[in-house]
């Protein structure tokens, strides 16, 4: 299995809602990511997660909730966004190695809307 | 902070010949180095990555490392429309996190 497998494709959802994503791999993986990105430009680090620990935190606003509850899963809780938090959510996963580092395998990603 | 710089495009290629991509970074330090290609919608998917100074080819890809000029490239043998995409410079990984470039549109004219 290769795959990073991220649900729902797509989300609409109101300032008041609270919601999750999910993000599920099975390549073994003990990296795991989010990322946010905006039409027309790169996508942008939001959580890193090595080992299910948290390591790195972009300075993300509170609204946005990661969780690691194990080596193959991670989510991110949604509550009380904003408009201009609308984008594709994407996770990613790869392998840690002291040799080197590997590039990532993304999932299709989260079309989120906050209307 | 580490910053990865692309040309933004549109690089318009004609079909059948070689598109090249470019692309330069902050960190003296970096190792790793990857291209992604995003379709419009959709996720990045990775299609080559480099950590040697030096070529490293892959079928129609090609991937250039020139780390004294803190520079990596991209050739794209025999395009085909298919490659129209935006593709994504990055640099880092692992529990680091990867750092990208704003991604070059390439246009393959048939």
């Known amino acids: 299995d290769t795959e990073v497998t991220q649900t729902p494709k797509h989300l609409v959802m109101g300032m008041t809602n609270k919601k999750s994503l999910k993000c599920e791999q099975h390549?073994?993986?003990?990296?795991m990511y989010w990322y946010k990105q905006k039409a027309k430009k790169p996508p942008e680090l939001m959580f890193v997660y090595s080992y299910e620990k948290l390591s790195i935190n972009e300075s993300v606003p509170s609204r946005f909730s990661p969780e690691c509850p194990n080596s193959s899963l991670l989510n991110l809780h949604l509550h009380a966004l904003q408009p201009e938090d609308s984008a594709l959510y994407l996770c990613?996963?790869?392998?840690?190695?002291?040799?080197?580092?590997?590039?990532?395998?993304f999932g299709s990603g989260t079309r989120l809307t906050v209307v | 902070q580490k910053e990865v710089e692309q040309n933004s495009g549109p690089l318009s290629v004609p079909e059948g010949a070689i598109a090249s991509l470019n692309c330069t970074y902050s960190?003296?330090?970096?190792?790793?180095f990857f291209w992604y290609r995003q379709y419009s919608g959709k996720s990045p998917e990775l299609i080559m990555s480099i950590y040697s100074n030096g070529d490293k080819e892959d079928g129609r890809f090609t991937a250039q490392l020139n780390k004294a000029s803190q520079y990596v490239s991209l050739l794209i043998r025999d395009s085909q429309p298919s490659d129209s995409a935006t593709y994504l410079c990055a640099e880092g990984g692992g529990a680091d996190g990867l750092t990208f470039g704003k991604g070059t549109h390439l246009i393959i004219q048939p």
């Open positions: 960190d003296r330090g970096s190792q790793s």
């Open positions: 390549m073994g993986h003990r990296a």
């Open positions: 990613a996963s790869s392998q840690v190695s002291g040799a080197g580092n590997y590039g990532y395998t």
